[in-house]
């Protein structure tokens, strides 16, 4: 048999041509610039052939061939834009202009109206070329354009449907809609969430998704994939409608989770207009989640953001310039003994600011009292959580796995990319188990869903250690098989899948990290992992989380995630810094010394102070928003957003990734590198005279590996390879109360986790409101059905000194007798869980 | 001797059993279409009548054997007497045939339409021979052979009829052999294109990979069409044997049967069937020691129109969406779940047994050159004997309608052919040859064989719009010229009906449905636009007569017709006035009625109640605006 050729030989338009073989005529045209119009084909997605724009002639074939569906053969003779199917292609876009309203497409008057029309307008007005929100990016309109329609001979069908406006961040008018079925093949063949689907036949037939469902009963991510490829209208980001086209696009580093995806900002004038997944084969694969797509740009772009520094005086805000403001902070902090001086930063910084924010307690203020507000999130986890960073492997490696174990992992907002390639793995024949008591997207998709009751995480977690320990497999199983019950038997049928499976890993979520036992089960997760050979992936919700350890943005650890009581480290430091390094206190716990202390000067670096205790006796409050509640802060600097600033990021797996400076900062804010050092400077200390963010890097270089090219840093995963450790406050086990009577609800409090700069994202976020919980607890149907509640009731929760209302939710498949809370300022009770009564609040 | 050949011979004693009856055995059709017209309440109460009568027979229920306009019928076969057909039965009918048959013994020769008999003796005398009766005897039962003889919920009456001998023919030929033979006797594809099924099986069979499909398409989803229904009711085994014929041929060891849910009764049989079939070793592992495994799932269709079209059945199948795709890749190189596929439909599948059994060239006697063999046609319509027939391939038009369909009651008009992707023909065509190449060359197609027939009463004009709207409604969606184009000739057409007709709507519908017929994705768009582009063809004239006088010569086209009285002819029987929803019509008895045209909707029931009691005659007739303006301006 003689070896087929790779390539084929062609003739498109008299021009033989060579091209591989399995292409389809429509990429070969465009391998060879040749443009074929098209409406419904699109590069990642398979080909459809419903727009018939792409028909071409080949000798020897019937009729007119789609040029997306059919592929080259040897030898095929193609003609691209003869005269009949040039015609019979303006009379198939006339067919479709006639179910499209915006006519005026081909209106004679267009020019005339662009000039007329061409005011600011917030809403849509139903005449002119307006009307449509994607005038001037609308691949209707390049068709029309190269195929010099002119007029239409038909009706216009106006479908009359109604411009569904209810959900967050998109707009759907499906009078604008073609039906070329992109949005649909990118929900069911990239996204792999299934929600949109074609409806209904002949000219009733329309998109949505099946049974009638709302996009949110339908299970939509919000991810605006399907908005990313509509050609026309149809489907619009609420907050871009109006924008019209971006000038430039940069490619950064979304900083609003521990991802780390790349994003593609689109830009005009000095305003971020819209945010688009970048094609980006490590990390989000051309993929976003809803806050990365939609919650940037709402974000960087709100009008209150800070924009000029004030002080507080007596209630009232008082503007003053930057120099004032330097003065006033150098004055202050010169004022400020060391170990009365605390500095938090967040740690959704880059790693330039963390590294600037630690060398400027430890060398302007000679304090050690610098930390994140990590810590507070984590809690007594927090050391657990870093070991197993310790072991991460990279997102990829989902794609090589035969068995994915998800524990306490949530896909549907945040890390929406994972849920993503999870559902990729599913597709290859890998197999998915999610551990955890609350039902999910996950549990749907999953093979084996294992419900523990959220205080028998731990106890789950150990049975499985102790069924995957090295004894031979015969002898786990029969031991396993002895005892009685369903979720014993689950469990050894887990055991069994993980012990035969090929480079498994375990994703772990952040559902469970504020309970009481999160170290035991952080631990656990450990153990399972070396048993099974299983790679672990934790999957921060801080973005720069790594990076902050990594800076050394904590008392015990230095640059490089040394541990500060290495006597050497410290010294060969403060050589290098030319300055004296505070030691740590060895028998302290870190928490001791910044949190819940009364301190002289406190410095916020994106963290905004929870409401209740006062912390300090001056507050520096350095954010992009002003703090929710008014004399807190004593002096307000404002700060540039991730869009603003230049610098590095490390994800979750260990990349370092550029964060890129895609606009200047509103009005005079600054980076939070920059701050710092004016006041460092202002108080005659050496080592801040950074110029610009490579210096910064050029600087950490010479304490981190893997630092030193700023401009394509290495974006290779690593495990955390740190010396030092955290230490943390381990709670008393309180030990099992028993209780006189069992309590009716137990409650589970985790606290917001879409946070940025200590800002939950709904504070600054509309859409975000309506999809991310906050301030609700969620009620299993039994019960609300008890109590008499309903999605959206207000409840009272209550336990013995301490009572809160919060909105109901009620969620299928949750276990009776549980509540879910999740609060904005993690209040948090101990023990979490906590027996409460709730009841329905009186009208 | 292997189980089947036991099988077989204890089959054929009983058949012999049942054929020497020492009792009397009373056959009912009871098929869809017998059931339709009352075969189940006649059923009812024949058994009645023998329990009260206490007479012994027994009661066989067959399929349909054709002739739908005689339903229900009723056969008797007396112990060593031919059977006798008794056709439009009742139960008093029932009543009355049975008393004197079964006690007097006489046949009731008034009544019977025919017998089976070789010929006519003392006892049937006076009674024709049933396949002698005029709509009968042109045709040729080749797939419907059995359809009407044996209890299709029995294996036993299919293997006594020489079933499972193709399959058992083709094992030992070979699959090689079996494809030569199918293309020896120029088979071609039931289901409407005319494919050559061998060439099909041959890109299926040289396709890499282990694993093929077999689909049998039962979709049958043409208004007016039932001959896969009555096929799969009347004799489901010689379906289900082709299939293991064709899957036997192409290497799959996995069939499907896509069957619309609309027909429950065809489901049940085949689903007996094929457990009977797994009974006896037919289906499953190693069948009758072949080697072949084979096995058949049933899967019901929603009824989409559109999933009668290969890809969008495949689609349905993998439980997506009924939606055509491009081709290539072709089914039979990828098709269901990416394996090749072979979709072939009911009646092609019928037809292999009967290839098998008796070979290419006894096949090839029936049609002609380049169109073999037998097709079964629904013939319906204003025709005088409808029914279910089959007719080999070659027959003109004229001998169809005419001879077997006994022609029409008032002036023929037309007839449509292929459903509503066919085209409408005109007097001119009835000599055409009914073959795949004559009927394409006329603007229509053959399809799966629908075949209705108009005479003068129909309008086309109103015959374009009904399937132009059919076809619009079933468009999946996809593709524009389908969806929006088609919506664009029906809502041309209804103006025209509606006598708004503009000139330039004739240049527009004729430019139009070419654009939809090249332009569109799937079969259903490109032969969508065929009923206009025909009517527009050959009927021109009556075309232009809407748009240019505002007339309806068929006086169908409600917006373009009055009704009136004639005064002359009406006997004031007051049934009209009964019947008129809207109270237009009235006048005391005896005396001619008043019509008031403002209160009238034009539903046509008094027009019909009218013709139909001979009585009155035409005294309610429907009158083009046209003619009403000429009257009043004398």
């Known amino acids: 048999m003689s070896k087929r050729s790779k390539t084929v030989k062609i003739t498109m338009d008299n021009k033989v041509l060579q091209v591989k073989r399995k292409l389809t005529i429509l990429q070969a045209a465009e391998c060879n610039g040749i443009y074929i119009p098209t409406l419904c084909a699109h590069e990642a997605l398979t080909p459809f052939g419903g727009c018939r724009m792409c028909i071409v002639e080949v000798e020897g074939m019937r009729g007119f061939p789609t ?21 019979e292609r303006r009379e198939i ?4 202009l006639s179910e499209h309203t915006s006519s005026c497409l081909i209106c004679g008057q267009k020019d005339e109206c662009r000039e007329y029309m061409g005011t600011i307008r917030k809403a849509g007005v139903i005449t002119g070329c307006r009307y449509c929100p994607n005038d001037g990016q609308c691949e209707l309109q390049d068709v029309v354009e190269y195929l010099g329609l002119k007029e239409i001979d038909y009706p216009i069908y106006y479908r009359q449907l109604r411009v569904e406006k209810e959900d967050p961040f998109y707009d759907r008018d499906y009078n604008l809609c073609i039906l070329c079925g992109r949005c649909i093949r990118m929900c069911q063949e990239i996204r792999m969430a299934d929600v949109l689907a074609f409806k209904q036949r002949g000219r009733q037939t329309v998109i949505g998704p099946a049974y009638n469902r709302t996009h949110w009963q339908a299970g939509c991510e919000f991810c605006g994939a399907c908005v990313s490829v509509c050609p026309t209208g149809a489907l619009s980001e609420k907050a871009r409608k109006w924008e019209g086209k971006a000038e430039r696009e940069e490619v950064t580093t979304c900083s609003l989770c521990g991802v780390g995806c790349q994003v593609r900002l689109l830009i005009k004038g000095e305003k971020v207009i819209g945010s688009l997944p ?3 084969p490590l990390v989000n694969d051309g993929q976003l989640c809803v806050k990365g797509r939609f919650c940037v740009t709402e974000l960087v772009n709100n009008h209150r953001r800070l924009r000029k520094p004030y002080r507080t005086q007596n209630g009232a805000e008082l503007q003053i310039s930057w120099e004032q403001a330097i003065e006033l902070a150098a004055k202050k902090l010169s004022d400020c003994p060391a170990e009365r001086f605390g500095l938090l930063v967040s740690p959704n910084c880059t790693n330039e600011d963390l590294y600037v924010a630690q060398k400027f307690a430890r060398v302007v203020m000679g304090s050690v009292n610098i930390d994140t507000t990590a810590r507070k999130f984590y809690g007594p986890g927090f050391n657990a959580y870093l070991n197993l960073m310790r072991m991460s492997v990279p997102l990829a490696d989902l794609s090589k796995a035969s068995l994915i174990l998800c524990v306490g992992l949530d896909t549907r907002f945040g890390r929406s990319v994972v849920g993503v390639q999870l559902r990729k793995a599913i597709g290859r024949g890998a197999k998915v188990i999610t551990i955890n008591p609350r039902n999910n997207n996950l549990t749907m998709i999953a093979e084996k869903w294992l419900q523990p009751a959220p205080d028998e995480m731990v106890h789950l977690l150990r049975s499985l250690v102790k069924l995957t320990e090295k004894k031979g497999r015969r002898t786990m199983m029969s031991a396993s098989r002895r005892k009685r019950g369903d979720l014993a038997d689950e469990l050894s049928q887990v055991a069994e899948m993980l012990g035969e499976a090929c480079s498994p890993v375990i994703l772990v979520g952040s559902e469970f990290l504020q309970r009481r036992e999160s170290p035991q089960i952080l631990e656990a997760i450990g153990k399972l992992a070396r048993n099974t050979c299983a790679g672990v992936l934790p999957l921060p919700a801080q973005s720069n989380l790594y990076g902050s350890v990594l800076m050394g943005a904590y008392p015990e650890l230095l640059p490089g995630g040394f541990s500060s009581t290495d006597k050497g480290r410290a010294d060969d430091l403060s050589e290098r810094w030319s300055a004296d390094i505070p030691t740590f206190p060895s028998r302290r716990s870190a928490e001791a010394l910044l949190w819940g202390r009364k301190l002289k000067v406190l410095y916020l670096i994106g963290v905004v102070p929870p409401n209740r205790e006062p912390h300090s006796d001056f507050t520096i409050f350095q954010n992009i928003y002003p703090s929710g509640s008014p004399g807190q802060a004593d002096l307000v600097l404002p700060a540039a ?5 230049d610098g590095t990021s490390i994800n979750g797996e260990g990349r370092i990734q550029r964060v890129r400076k895609a606009v200047h900062p509103p009005g005079e804010a600054l980076p939070d590198w920059e701050i710092l050092c004016r006041i460092a400077r202002k108080l005659g200390k050496k080592g801040f005279d950074f110029g610009n963010v490579r210096q910064i890097h050029k600087e950490i270089s010479r304490f981190v590996a893997g630092f030193g090219n700023f401009a394509k840093p290495r974006r290779k995963a690593s495990p955390l390879l740190i010396e030092g450790e955290l230490r943390v406050v381990r709670r008393k086990s309180a030990g099992k109360k028993r209780a006189d009577k069992k309590p009716p609800f137990m409650m589970n409090v985790s606290t917001v986790e879409h946070i940025y700069r200590g800002f939950p994202l709904t504070d600054w976020v509309e859409g975000a409101r309506m999809l991310f919980a906050e301030e609700t607890v ?20 209550s336990w013995e000194h301490f009572q809160k209302s919060l909105l109901a939710r009620i969620v299928s498949g949750q276990q009776r007798g549980m509540l879910y809370a999740t609060l904005r300022n993690g209040e948090f009770i101990e023990p979490n869980p906590h027996p409460v009564i709730m009841r329905k609040k009186d009208v | 001797m292997n189980s089947l050949q036991k099988a077989k011979q204890e089959a054929r004693r009983k058949w012999d059993l049942l054929k020497n009856s020492k009792i009397p055995i009373i056959y009912m059709g009871t098929a869809t279409c017998g059931r339709a017209a009352g075969a189940l309440e006649v059923l009812e109460s024949v058994k009645k009548i023998l329990r ?6 027994k009661i066989v229920q ?28 009742n139960s008093e009918k029932a009543k009355k045939i049975i008393e004197s048959l079964l006690i007097k013994n006489d046949p009731q020769t008034k009544l019977a339409v025919g017998h089976f008999g070789d010929e006519s003796d003392e006892f049937t005398n006076g009674i024709p021979r049933f396949f002698d009766l005029p709509m009968l005897k042109p045709q040729e039962r080749v797939v419907l052979r059995n359809c009407g003889f044996i209890d299709p919920q029995q294996i036993d009456h299919y293997l006594a009829n020489d079933g499972y001998l193709g399959i058992i023919n083709a094992f030992h030929k070979g699959w090689q052999k079996v494809i030569c033979e ?19 099986w041959q890109i299926c069979r040289s396709s890499p990979g282990k694993t093929k499909y077999l689909i049998c398409n039962a979709d049958e989803g043409d208004p007016g069409a039932f001959m896969n229904r009555s096929l799969l009711e009347g004799d489901p085994h010689s379906v289900l044997e082709g299939m293991l014929i064709a899957a036997y041929a192409i290497g799959a060891s996995q069939g499907y049967i896509y069957i619309r849910a609309e027909y429950p009764l065809a489901i049940a049989r085949l689903k007996r069937a094929i457990s009977q079939m797994r009974e006896y070793g037919l289906l499953g592992k190693n069948i009758q020691k072949s080697g072949f495994d084979f096995d058949i799932v049933i899967k019901e269709g929603a009824g989409a129109f559109v999933c009668g079209e290969e890809t969008a059945l495949i689609s349905s199948i993998e439980g997506k969406r009924g939606m055509p795709k491009s081709r290539p890749p072709f089914p039979a190189v990828a098709g269901l779940h990416g394996k090749p596929t072979i979709i072939n439909n009911v009646e092609t599948l019928g037809t292999l047994p009967n290839i098998l059994r008796n070979g290419a060239t006894w096949y090839k006697q029936f049609g002609t050159q380049g169109n073999h063999g037998t097709k079964t046609f629904s013939l319906v319509g204003k025709i005088r004997r409808s029914g279910l027939i089959e007719v080999p391939l070659g027959m003109t038009l004229r001998q169809i309608i005419f001879d077997i369909g006994g022609g029409t009651r008032k002036p023929f008009k037309a007839v449509q052919t292929g459903g509503p992707s066919g085209g409408c023909l005109s007097e001119e065509f009835l000599d055409t040859p009914v073959n795949y190449e004559s009927l394409t060359a006329a603007g229509s197609i053959m399809g799966s064989g629908g075949l209705i027939v108009m005479d003068e009463d129909t309008c086309v004009v109103d015959v374009a719009h009904y399937f132009l709207d059919f076809t619009q409604q079933e468009s999946c969606g996809k593709c524009s010229p389908c969806r929006v184009g088609t919506r664009h000739l029906v809502e041309i057409l209804e103006r025209i009906t509606k006598g708004q007709g503009r000139p330039e709507d004739l240049s527009k519908l004729q430019t139009l449905g070419e654009t939809i017929k090249r332009g569109s994705l799937c079969g259903l768009g490109q032969t969508a636009p065929n009923p206009v582009l025909t009517t527009l063809r050959y009927f021109r004239p009556e075309y232009l007569l809407h748009i240019k006088e505002k007339y309806c010569p068929a006086a169908v086209c409600r917006e373009l017709v009055e009704y009136r009285v004639v005064p002359g002819k009406c006997t004031g029987c007051q049934r009209c006035v009964s019947v008129c929803p809207t109270g237009a019509i009235t006048g005391p008895r005896a005396e001619p009625h008043n019509l008031d045209p403002t209160k009238c909707i034009k539903c046509r029931a008094c027009y019909e109640i009218c013709r139909f009691d001979a009585i009155a005659g035409d005294a309610i007739v429907i009158r083009s605006r046209r003619e009403v303006a000429d009257e009043q301006t004398q």
């Open chain 1, 278 to 280: 970048a094609e980006d």
């Open chain 1, 778 to 797: 969620d009620v299993s149907p039994e019960d609300a059905k008890k109590l008499g509640i309903s999605t959206g009731d207000e409840v009272v929760v």
């Open chain 1, 641 to 645: 957003a991730f869009t603003e600033t």
């Open chain 2, 62 to 89: 067959v399929g349909c054997i054709g002739p739908c306009y005689l339903e229900p019928l009723m056969d008797i076969t007396m112990p060593g007497r031919p059977r006798i057909s008794y056709a439009n039965v």
């Open chain 1, 67 to 87: 040029a997306c569906t059919t592929p080259v053969e040897e030898g095929m003779v193609i003609r691209t834009h003869t005269a009949q199917v040039q015609n």
């Open chain 2, 182 to 200: 199918v293309q020896e006797a120029g088979l071609r594809g039931r289901g409407g294109a005319g494919f050559p099924t061998f060439k099909k």
């Open chain 1, 93 to 96: 876009l006339q067919l479709i």
């Open chain 2, 52 to 57: 009260e009568k206490r007479l012994k027979a």
